[in-house]
């Protein structure tokens, strides 16, 4: 069975504050793994990793893969209120497409 | 970027009705389309997969009969939750992947359930 395990559950930061996310994963066809944001609807793409080694950016936020360690973490700098939220990871079976959600980090940016 | 609808956002029923959900992708085809379920304060667990012009591949134990799943074209989907009750209450997300995309997939709105 697929699984996706996500660390820290929550995290309450100041603004400014740099976090990094981390989520561990196990699955038997790997086809990609994901990183969402949920705020109070439904999750928001960010990222797709297919590969190791290669980090993606996009404005503040950034991740990487680590497809031996079978890990992937997700780093966000100068953190902002609005970077209020859940973050998901999920990973991408090549069976059907499914995806495995892990249970998210839930981050807190106080002013 | 691709869109992906559902219709309604929000549904209030009573214990007993059923509740049918649209999931519509607006600027792609979806041969196949993922149905949510996520509850306050937990992640998004995967109930079934919907394919274009044949049934559904549900995950263990979620109740085909109870949670009815029809593909009707290219672009919709729809889940129809019977005889709901309370403990049916739920935040309910499709998503659909871009056929011949990335893989990457785009989520709808989602439709909140409170089953009374």
């Known amino acids: 069975e697929d699984k996706v395990v996500q660390s820290p559950l929550s995290l309450v930061v100041h603004e400014g504050d740099t976090v990094t996310l981390n989520c561990s994963y196990e699955?038997?066809?790997?086809?990609?793994l994901l990183w969402y944001k949920q705020e109070k609807k439904a999750p928001t793409f960010l990222f797709m990793l297919?590969?190791?080694?290669i980090e993606k950016k996009s404005g503040r936020l950034s991740s990487i893969l680590d497809k031996k360690e079978l890990f992937s973490i997700l780093n966000i700098t100068a953190t902002q209120t609005g970077d209020s939220a859940v973050y998901l990871c999920?990973?991408?079976?090549?069976?059907?497409?499914?995806?495995?959600f892990g249970d998210g980090t839930t981050l807190t940016v106080k002013p | 970027g691709a869109v992906v609808s559902q219709h309604p956002s929000r549904v209030i029923c009573k214990s007993g009705t059923s509740v049918k959900i649209e999931c519509r992708s607006l600027?792609?085809?979806?041969?196949?389309m993922f149905w949510y379920r996520q509850f306050p304060k937990q992640s998004l667990m995967l109930m079934a997969t919907?394919?274009?012009?044949?049934?559904?591949?549900?995950e263990q134990g979620v109740e085909k009969d109870k949670f009815l799943i029809n593909h009707a074209s290219l672009t919709l989907s729809t889940l129809t939750v019977t005889s709901a009750h309370p403990e049916d209450s739920s935040f309910y997300i499709c998503?659909?992947?871009?056929?011949?995309?990335?893989?990457?997939?785009?989520f709808g709105p989602g439709t909140r359930l409170l089953v009374l």
């Open positions: 297919t590969s190791s080694g």
């Open positions: 699955v038997t066809n790997f086809r990609s």
């Open positions: 919907s394919n274009e012009g044949s049934k559904a591949t549900y």
């Open positions: 999920a990973v991408e079976n090549t069976n059907a497409g499914k995806s495995t």
């Open positions: 998503s659909a992947p871009q056929a011949g995309g990335p893989g990457t997939q785009y």
């Open positions: 600027d792609f085809q979806a041969t196949t």
